[in-house]
């Protein structure tokens, strides 16, 4: 498929796990991508999704930081191609040993994981269209896997009439095969990713 037909997908926490297996659905669709982690994995990812013959720009950034969320928008920016799928990836393991700490490194990354949605689907609402996947892993920290159900539900009010879709994953521990396991929803949702 020629590079200017194909679509945009943009996919955080892409370098392992949800994430990447994600990102192999979009690029075996021929979607584009603008892949994001902190650690340098990403870099070894974009080359295996690269292979799928789409075009994949990696940005190892932390999205628990304000900057992170700007160097990642920034690449989204210089792709002059507008995102048709936000894959969210908006948890991941707080390292702190002490339950302060880590509800704080949590709070930190959904606050940035919210400031880039809301970046995204600001230019998806001129269009009138797009997708967003907002995932987490069932091992999270409760308070952060009913922040973000509360979040997808009131996305989905938001923007119910923008020809928007909001979907949210509740997925398997990171050592646990996405493909072996069956997410829990309130309503039916397949894990692949369909051309719009």
Not at 33 to 60: C, K
């Amino acid at each position: 498929m020629d590079g200017s037909a194909r679509r945009l997908a943009v996919v955080t926490g892409a370098s392992s796990g949800v994430g990447l297996e994600l990102a192999r659905q979009c690029a075996q669709h021929h979607y584009d991508l603008v892949i994001a982690a902190s650690d340098p994995a990403v870099f070894d990812a974009a080359e295996e999704l690269a292979s799928h013959g789409v075009t994949v720009s990696p940005v190892r950034c932390d999205l628990s930081k304000p900057e992170g969320v700007d160097a990642l928008h920034n690449a989204i920016t210089a792709r002059r191609k507008p995102v048709d799928i936000l894959v969210a990836n908006a948890g991941r393991e707080a390292l702190a040993s002490d339950t302060h700490t880590r509800l704080k490194q949590a709070r930190a990354y959904i606050e940035g994981t919210i400031d880039l949605i809301d970046r995204v689907s600001r230019s998806m609402r001129g269009r009138g269209n797009g997708r967003i996947l907002i995932t987490y892993s069932i091992a999270d920290v409760a308070s952060n896997k009913a922040f973000l159900g509360s979040l997808t539900a009131a996305l989905c009010r938001e923007l119910r009439h923008t020809g928007i879709m909001v979907s949210c994953l509740a997925a398997p521990h990171a050592q646990e095969s996405v493909l072996a396991y069956q997410p829990r929803m309130a309503a039916p949702m397949s894990v692949q990713i369909a051309p719009l």
